[in-house]
């Protein structure tokens, strides 16, 4: 009988921890609106980085790049944008669009700049990062189920 009453608890509760799980990865969260603002970015790219390397708007934003290439010819193209720019040494070149696509995109060089230059890349995030909170709070819910395990 209380093998039974055990079995059945721990089944419970590993229901329970499978919902919430389930919660976490496919709750929709609604996406607060902001109004689009202008937003400008100085970018410099030096061989083989950009400095920043994540740029982060939000959807609907009007985003100037301003490139600037400190030692040789750089350039700058965002995957999934079909925007490019290329600045030559010394020389700020400016690349403006509509952040109309939600989502994280790559960018990279499009100049080849030397050996590490398909190492040269940045990130370009548009709106809130879902996946990676998701990911966090199943991280969580993983150590709490863990924890709770070693105690039994
Ligand atoms: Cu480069």
Redesign the pocket.
């Known amino acids: 009988m209380s093998v039974f009453r055990n079995n059945w608890s721990t089944i419970s509760r590993w229901a329970a921890m499978a919902l919430v799980a389930l919660l976490i990865l496919f709750f929709p969260v609604p996406q607060t609106s902001v109004t689009p603002v202008e937003r400008t970015f100085r970018v410099q790219?030096s061989?083989?980085a950009y400095n920043p390397a994540v740029l982060s708007v939000n959807p609907g934003d009007r985003v100037t790049i301003e490139l600037l290439a400190t030692d040789?010819v750089?350039?700058l193209a965002i995957d999934g944008y079909d925007v490019e720019t290329i600045s030559d040494p010394g020389q700020t070149a400016r690349l403006s669009f509509t952040a109309d696509r939600q989502g994280t995109f790559r960018f990279r060089?499009s100049?080849t700049?030397?050996n590490m230059?398909p190492f040269?890349i940045g990130k370009f995030q548009v709106g809130r990062n879902d996946l990676f909170w998701r990911g966090v709070l199943l991280t969580g819910l993983a150590l709490f189920a863990a924890i709770r395990g070693s105690r039994k």
């Open positions: 790219a061989q083989f040789v750089h350039g060089c100049v700049c030397g230059h040269m």
